[in-house]
């Protein structure tokens, strides 16, 4: 059930009753202020605009038509034509008690689609920095939500496991046999400074490391399996990482670049019979009209080099190939770095030009800023490095640990280590997705680690005294008694907010920005905490009857923050 939707039918309804022409929109949406109501519609300035008529004198009449019987306690005209509708609170109580059956108002797609998303995508040649934490966590809070809604979600990590710094690498690997790979690849990122090192200072390592990637480009098994190696380990690092992320990928969701090598010459071959592709100085290039600088002139895009080898937009019009015709995809989403905007355009208008993309397919880049460091520069350690993402997380969970021990909490040494864990990742996970995905922003340990304000340990406290309200009632929410009824307007507010859950879940669906989802939330737990204090529910002088409503209204709240923060990959624990 979702409010928004049922009053925009009616309202429509009531239009099309007033002879209101079918495109003019009712416009429905929640209040700002209760004292409008609690949902207006805002349809009939519009429509008397179209019609030329007076919008009161509109209005009016689509009051006369509206049947809202059961459903609103009143609807009134304001200003210039403004509906307002109060709803009943009768009928509120009775959509909050199902909410539980109805999968907490997230509906369930009418038309499921096949979504790919196309997220996290390391470099395999390095370690996972924090440069990687925004599409990996991003990207999974949607296929999450998507899921959840009924869609099928198709995981592609397109990890870069190929290219001309893997010949490096490898060489690099092949005379360190004398260590163990696990060992000598135990730092990923000091390895790569190594044998970057070499191939700079010594012409003979750097000539057999041009060797090797001429032997992995001819498929010559010693240096492949050399190659191979190499990428398991690297993916056992980011696989790792993974799992102290609560991230939802798994090792079969990884399409890697090097998956779309055999397709690479066919994909030329199109663009070249096409006359897409021409050559430019040895090259292949493909001219954009529809992409051209600020002179106008067309912005080239190369697909293949002048000595025949491939590039990244090559493998990606492949992948855009294989994601629209072998996976049948209705949308693909990319979770890129928005420095990657150009690129990401040029591969779908080109995608569609050459007819890799199916026409129905929407190819959709949702970009995302920059991490940076307290500085307002790109955040990097004290020396000037790259944050290895590990050693972050790490950090984020002994800098929980830290505050639950100041909170001086009475958990056992185990539930204590559980939950600086789910603190500590939540922390940094949620401080990212709460943010506006299309800006830079600030890392701060301190504000995203604070109990107070929009952040993960706030919310996840606040599940936490419901729990404990609870417990010490020494009652289940299967065994409440009286039914929910809605008196103070504060209860009235928090059930509301609680029937707005689908909605939400639905923007963030469409629009791919989980931070909607994120203040929805803080929002949701900020009126619960208003209506805690405001409703006491174990005090001795309170009736049964309101206690169990209250209890009631509380549970709800506590299943939709646990049911949000799992669609953002978040955990939550009984206590803390
Ligand atoms: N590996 C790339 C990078 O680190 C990201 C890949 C994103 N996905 C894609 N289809 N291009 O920049």
Known sequence: MNIRDLLNHRVREAMTAAGIPAECQPMVAPSKNPQFGDYQANGAMGAAKAMKTNPRELAAK????????????????AGPGFINISLDNGWLADQVTQLEQQRLGIEAADQPQTVVIDYSAPNLA??????????????DALARVLEAQGHKIIRQNHVGDWGTQFGMLITHLQDQ?????????????????AAKVRFDDEPEFAARARDNVVKLQAGEESALAMWRKFIAI????????????NVTLKHSDIHAESAYNDALPGIIETLQQQKLAVEDQGAQVVFLDELADKEGNPLPMIVQKSGGGYLYATTDLAAVQYRCQELQADRVLYFIDARQSLHMKQVFAVGRKAGFATEHCSLEHHPFGTMMG??????KTRSGGTVKLGELLDEAVVRAAQLLKDKDSDLSADEQADAARKIGIG???Y???????????????????SFEGNTAPYLQYAYTRIQ???????????????????????????????LQFGEVVDQVARDAYPHQLCNYLYELASLFMKFYEACPMLRSDIATETRDSRLRLSHSTAQVLQSGLELLGIEVMERM
């Open 126 to 139: 390095k370690e996972m920095h924090v440069g990687h934490l925004r599409s990996t966590i991003i990207g």
């Open 177 to 193: 046999q004398e260590l163990d790979d696990g060992v000598a690849l135990a730092d990923l990122e000091a390895f790569y400074r």
């Open 431 to 449: 401080a990212d997705l709460a943010k506006t995905r299309t800006n830079d922003y600030i890392f701060s340990w301190d504000s995203m680690l």
């Open 374 to 379: 307290e500085d307002g520069k790109p955040f």
């Open 468 to 498: 404990s309200i609870f417990r010490k009632a020494g009652i289940s929410p299967e065994q409440l008694e009286a039914p929910l009824q809605l008196v103070e307007p504060q209860e009235k507010a928090l059930a509301m907010k609680l």
């Open 427 to 429: 922390a940094v996970k």
């Open 62 to 77: 689509i009051i006369e038509q509206l049947d809202l019987e059961g459903i609103a306690s009143s609807t009134e005209i």
């Open 234 to 245: 690297s993916v056992a690092h980011s696989e790792e990482i993974y799992s102290k992320l």
